[in-house]
């Protein structure tokens, strides 16, 4: 019996707020037409079945949330060089015979925005390289070292930086001059730092700044940064709220908005 999903053949956006496993996976990505994809799961029971299928070039632009847990997944996404949007799970069960190498996703030439959750607690998180086409980065439960932290700054068109839960080692973060130059967005989602170095010289163009569960208190060179506008403090120490509300007052005009939700 045919699948309805099988039989829409010019179908381009598919939300699926739950997978379950089955041939449903290995249907849909031979609709020609298929564009954009999110799964409410981790999509790998498809794979399987395609093990030792020929992987087709396709249209997909956007895809979420993509496991990658195998060679076969490397190989898929390589068959999708328009994607613009990437959002990926990297399992603990990635390549055990190398347990310290990390997949680079720089082939995907035209990816615009990547959010990856780090699962696998025996890989060292080194990332290798990174799209330069990148606009949006958001990065979970990675282990960060400085030439990784200098190799984000150096990304020519990100605007959008997420950190959450990562670990930057020695807990130093030194952007230097000629870092994030396009940056207008930053976020530090529960990031352990000895001193938040933020300033106009390596954030020439930041306009938001977003702390969560942040202990460290945010420098006065924050409100020297001519493009800020808003300043975001949720779930912080009184040392950080009390420093954003300084800052806020350092200001000689109204552009600068925070917001602060305590505990």
């Not at 249209?59 to 390589?78: G, H, T, V």
Request: aromatic share 12%; with cysteine; charged share 25%.
């Amino acid at each position: 019996m045919t699948s309805p999903i099988g039989m829409c053949r010019n179908l381009e956006y598919l939300f699926v707020d739950y997978v379950t496993k089955g041939k449903f996976q290995n249907m849909i990505f031979k609709m020609v037409k298929l564009r954009h994809v999110h799964f409410g799961g981790e999509v790998d029971s498809y794979k399987r079945e395609i093990m030792h299928e020929s992987f087709q070039i396709n249209n997909l632009e956007a895809f979420s949330y993509f496991l990658i847990k195998y060679e076969n997944d490397l190989k898929f996404l390589r068959s999708s060089p328009f994607l613009h949007r990437l959002k990926c799970i990297l399992s603990s069960e990635w390549n055990p015979s190398k347990p310290y190498y990390y997949p680079t996703l720089n082939f995907l030439n035209h990816l615009e925005s990547l959010s990856i959750l780090f699962r696998a607690s025996s890989i060292i998180s080194n990332l290798i390289s990174l799209p330069l086409s990148l606009r949006k980065l958001t990065l979970t439960d990675f282990k960060l070292n400085s030439k990784e932290m200098k190799m984000i700054g150096e990304l020519p068109k990100l605007e959008v930086l997420k950190l959450e839960s990562a670990v930057i080692e020695d807990n130093q973060w030194n952007p230097k001059e000629g870092e994030f130059q396009q940056l207008r967005f930053l976020k530090l989602y529960r990031i352990l730092l000895e001193e938040l170095n933020v300033a106009s010289d390596n954030f020439p163009r930041l306009e938001q700044l977003v702390l969560r569960g942040f202990e460290t208190a945010i420098p006065s060179s924050v409100g020297d940064i001519p493009t800020l506008v808003k300043i975001e403090v949720k779930w912080c120490t009184k040392q950080v709220e009390e420093s954003a509300l300084k800052i806020l007052e350092e200001q000689t005009d109204e552009l600068l908005k925070v917001i602060i939700i305590s505990w």
